[in-house]
T-cell receptor, first 114, second 111 residues
């Protein structure tokens, strides 16, 4: 069965550094991949979508890469700030069907320290 | 514009009790979803709806029922709650070609 993995250990970094989060998957060939931010006690908020034919996507301080050979996506936050502290989820998008077939990872918690 | 709202925010049930979770959206979205989120696991889809009057099963539908009588509302029912249904429940809505917009969640504990 398909499997999606995100580092279950929290990532602790210093303010100003670049945070890099990893999303790996197996037994699946997604058409796209999404990243969400989730704050404690809140619902996930969509950040970025990258398609299988795109190597990289940027939005302000965020950068996502997608390597279909390695079956991996990397999510980067440059010049990180304490306000970036949250849990970040990745989700795999299907080749057919809609968003009802998204497969979510468990998320990685990021803590940015002043 | 409130987005997606969920009622209640918290609830404690005893095993065997029933309850209904209410989700409302004011964005005129066609698609609505119910997910559960458990520690160490990704969001799992319980049921979803592609329009008023329609519902379909997701990945983990057993023990739950849903109804979409009005476009803006999506109800999730637990007929006989079990401890395994202790979880955080998220409702979401979308236009179908955009990423889901999630509500704030309902934390349910079944004793």
């Amino acid at each position: 069965s398909q499997k999606i993995e995100q580092n279950s250990e929290a990532l602790n970094i210093q303010e100003g550094k670049t945070a890099t989060l990893t999303c790996n998957y197996t037994n699946y060939s997604p058409a796209y991949l999404q990243w969400y931010r989730q704050d404690p006690g809140r619902g996930p908020v969509f950040l970025l979508l990258i398609r299988e034919n795109e190597k990289e996507k940027r939005k302000e301080r965020l950068k996502v890469t997608f390597d279909t050979t390695l079956k991996q996506s990397l999510f980067h936050i440059t010049a990180s700030q304490p306000a970036d502290s949250a849990t970040y989820l990745c989700a795999l998008g299907p080749r057919s069907g809609g968003y009802n077939k998204l497969i979510f990872g468990a998320g990685t918690r990021l803590a940015v320290h002043p | 514009n409130a987005g997606v709202t969920q009622t209640p925010k918290f609830r404690v049930l005893k095993t065997g009790q029933s309850m209904t979770l209410l989700c409302a959206q004011d964005m005129n979205h066609e698609y609505m979803y119910w997910y559960r989120q458990d520690p160490g696991m990704g969001l799992r889809l319980i049921h979803y709806s592609v329009g008023e009057g329609t519902t379909a099963k997701g990945e983990v539908p057993d023990g739950y029922n849903v109804s979409r009588l009005k476009k803006q509302n999506f109800l999730l029912g637990l007929e006989s709650a079990a401890p395994s249904q202790t979880s955080v429940y998220f409702c979401a809505s979308s236009t179908g070609d955009r990423a889901p917009f999630f509500g704030p969640g309902t934390r349910l504990t079944v004793l």
